[in-house]
């Protein structure tokens, strides 16, 4: 076999599920990460659709399942604690996900069972001064990725289009589950383009997500990774929100020691590549979180770009430098022309969707859990228009090279 050489930047889902694939299939993978660890943080992921045909093609279902949250569906709730709504998951093995899927896990969690199950061939370097040289390099370093920057050049458009006042923040909070208490996802609409939604994945602390949708000034103008002054805005926009904010918001300011904040936007861009440089997952095509489908997209977009790359540069193709840069190429080329498809139906109307999750007014936010009972009552699974989950007229590709050179179990 013609062993490629690959650096991947990044190891986070997207790095990782492509190191997993080219690693199974002999290429010699090695990925940087600037953080000092495994990146295992971060908060509560799922899978949807062709992400989670995708796990099983990979022979990881039984793995994933074995550390699946807990999450038994998504309730609405007002600032009396009173519930609108109730969406279970779907534990049917078919058909449409919910808010809740039946794919739930922590992000960490994901990350160590691709990382795990990848072969021995691949290293990773957190931090190395060494120069080497490879035949490809992947970037898949995230929505702020420097790969990308550095493909466009100075000066050009990243790519990153924002969506304007759309921010939310991550972090866990201590509080132990009470005696009787479900493992649910508990949503709030504060009004004033404000919502809350908590879920639980342990005993031991709650996951909290404060959605917002309306400018500020503050977050606008606050340096991107100054925790304090982020902190400090979502406090200021949530202090008269109602509900359980007093509570989350005492301990935002006091105990919370793994606060995230981020711009909501999209990566959009002509190519995804450049000579010897290929995008990955957030870093070429980021949906947004009001999607639902980051996660699936990285599975997925790993798994094609393994694909495409096998199917002309290994098994016993023999390769000089410049026929290798043609071959990569035309794999980058396919990859694109491949997934486009999928992620610009994932894409398409995110901005008007989200603003449509946050409503202004209290009228607006009795209208929204009025339409949420009734959807409720009814069975009606409103997650379908709200995430991006049902892509039409798209088939998952079928790769032979994948299925020879990983272990499948799609049972």
Known sequence: MARLKVLINGAGIAG???????????HDVTIIER?????????????RGHGIDVIKR?????????????EQGLQVVDSSDRRWAYFPSNKSGS???????????MRGDLCRIIFEEKDDAIEVHYTDGNIDRFDFVVGADGLGSRTRRKMVGSGNPDGFHPISGLYTAYFT????????????????????????????????????????????????????GDLEEEKAAFVEIYRDAG?????????????????????IGLVQLSSWSSGRVVLLGDAAYCPSATTGMGTTAAIVGAYILAGEIESRCGGNHQLDGETQMQSLTTAFKAYQDKFQPFMDQVQKDVAQTS???FP????????????????????????????????????????????????VNES
Request: aromatic residues 10%; contains cysteine; proline residues 3%.
């Open 243 to 263: 509900w359980r904010l007093d509570e989350i918001l005492k301990s935002l300011e006091k105990e919370v020691n793994d606060f995230y904040c981020e711009r």
């Open 95 to 105: 058909g449409m996900q919910g808010f809740t899927t039946d794919f739930e896990i």
């Open 355 to 357: 603003k449509g999750m």
């Open 35 to 47: 953080f000092p660890d495994l990146r295992a943080t971060g908060l509560q992921i799922d899978l």
């Open 360 to 407: 202004s007014s209290a009228i607006a936010v009795f209208v929204v859990n009025l339409l949420a009972a009734v959807a409720s009552l009814c069975r009606i699974n409103i997650a379908k228009y709200i995430l991006k989950e049902d892509v039409k007229d798209w088939e998952l590709p079928e790769y032979v090279e994948l299925r020879q050179g990983a272990v």
């Open 58 to 70: 990979m022979g990881l279902e039984q793995a994933f399942r074995s550390r699946m949250a807990p």
């Open 16 to 26: 990782n599920a492509l190191a997993f694939w080219l690693s199974k299939l002999g």
């Open 173 to 224: 909070m201590p509080k132990p589950i009470k005696n009787g208490e479900e493992y649910l996802a508990t949503a709030y609409l504060a009004g004033q383009g404000r919502a809350v939604m908590v879920r639980r994945a342990s005993p031991d602390a709650l996951q909290v997500y404060l959605l917002l949708y309306r400018e500020s000034e503050r977050l606008k103008n606050a340096r991107r």
